[in-house]
């Protein structure tokens, strides 16, 4: 089995470069991608490149974390590719100590943290956060388990309550013919349709990689007509059956 990446991105080149600390940790495959500016944290110049190693992570995934000096400009770079990956953000007093005890002793937790979050979070093929959450209509008392598994760390949530969450989610919503929303709509795992070329962010969710062309057939259990919001927040009505991925692109219907 593969190991996951993980991306330690921002860091200012200067301190970089100073420092002979090359990071490693067994089970882990790390990668640093430094700041462009000698002083400053700072990840815009660089960002393209840590999407393009993540998305190029190996199937176990890829977990960011992450240094940018400017507090306000840390939202910039919350997109929808990021809900591919998991992301830190790492203290940013830390961003001129690379390499120091204090910037190992960060890492390491953040690391010890993921490994935790991996046993007994992340998402395999049948898990419910594979789930489109723009699509599939909750019971409000479940509706936010895709955020609280994406943000969860060791300073915002419990990972116990995550699990929880994720349980009462199923108990919710899952039945022997797969998984019936709030709307009767019932989301059952397609055939994954070959021939399309997708990027390979498209193909992962909270770190788990799918088939490509992975995706869910969607009906209405009493086959009535129904509609879906994409996505984008647009919303598709369809007369029979409608095919959604995971991150909530549609992928044809009728």
């Known amino acids: 089995m593969t190991s996951p990446l993980a991306i330690i991105a921002g860091v200012p080149l200067g301190p970089y470069r100073r420092s002979q600390w090359n990071p490693e940790r067994p089970g882990w495959v790390i990668q640093v991608i430094p700041s462009k500016h000698i002083r400053r944290a700072d990840l815009k110049a660089v960002w393209s490149r840590v999407m393009d190693a993540a998305d190029n992570a ?26 591919s990956y998991r992301a830190t953000w790492l203290p940013r007093q830390l961003s001129r100590q690379y390499g120091s005890n204090q910037f190992r002793t960060a890492v390491e937790r953040v690391l010890y943290f993921e490994e935790s979050w ?27 388990v895709w955020l609280r598994a994406g943000r969860v760390d060791e300073h915002r949530d419990h990972l116990d309550a995550v699990e929880k969450a994720i349980v009462r989610f199923r108990k919710r919503h899952r039945k ?10 019932v989301f059952k795992h397609g055939t994954p349709h070959g021939g399309l070329r ?15 062309g992975f995706h869910f057939d969607v009906r209405h259990s009493q086959g009535r007509p129904f509609r879906l919001a994409s996505q984008e927040r647009t919303v598709h009505e369809y007369a029979v059956y409608a095919n959604v991925d995971p991150h909530g692109f549609f992928r044809g219907g009728h």
């Open 118 to 144: 991996r046993d007994r979070v992340r998402p395999g093929i049948d898990s419910p956060l594979l789930l489109p959450e723009t699509a599939f209509s909750t019971e409000p008392s479940v509706g936010d």
């Open 58 to 83: 190996p199937p176990a995934g890829a977990h960011l974390l992450l240094l940018h000096d400017h507090e306000q400009g840390r939202r910039q770079f919350k997109d929808l590719k990021t809900k």
């Open 198 to 212: 997708l990027p390979e962010w498209r193909k992962r969710k909270l770190t788990c990689e799918f088939p490509s």
């Open 176 to 185: 022997p013919d797969g998984w019936h929303d709030h709307k009767r709509l």
